[in-house]
């Protein structure tokens, strides 16, 4: 089992930035591919970013290239979100999620086996 919790979300202004955590506890971090989903209200939960076990691969949806940027620490257990410029559509619920699958990078929701409670973000226009 892994519990995952997110914090670090909030409001913040188109342009600004914001930087959302994860912590884990129970397994070890390191064995975890990790991801960060997002959910919009009355929209399905969608991919944001993918990093692999040693944070040396990543992935992003393309709406935020350039802009969001995911990162570990394994010593400390935590996964991050940099969010810069985020949008007004970025307004939603941030998941944090591990996957156990040996793929390094994976961006579907059904791929991942562990959920945080998620964290909101509002970005006001």
């Known amino acids: 089992q892994v519990q995952l919790v997110e914090s670090g979300g909030g409001l913040v202004p188109t342009g600004g930035s914001l930087r959302l955590s994860c912590a884990a506890s129970?397994?070890?971090?390191?064995?975890?591919?990790m991801g960060w989903f997002r959910q919009a209200p009355g929209k399905d939960r969608e991919f944001v970013a993918a990093?692999?076990?040693?944070?040396?691969?990543?992935s992003y949806t393309d709406s935020v290239k350039g802009r969001f940027t995911i990162s570990r620490d394994n010593a400390e257990n935590t996964l991050f979100l940099q969010m810069n410029s985020p949008t007004p559509e970025g307004t939603a619920v941030y998941y944090c999620a591990a996957s156990g699958r040996v793929r390094p990078i994976i961006t579907t929701s059904v791929h991942y086996n562990y959920w945080g409670q998620g964290t909101q973000v509002v970005v006001s226009s």
């Open positions: 990093i692999s076990r040693s944070g040396t691969s990543t």
């Open positions: 129970g397994r070890p971090f390191s064995n975890y591919a």
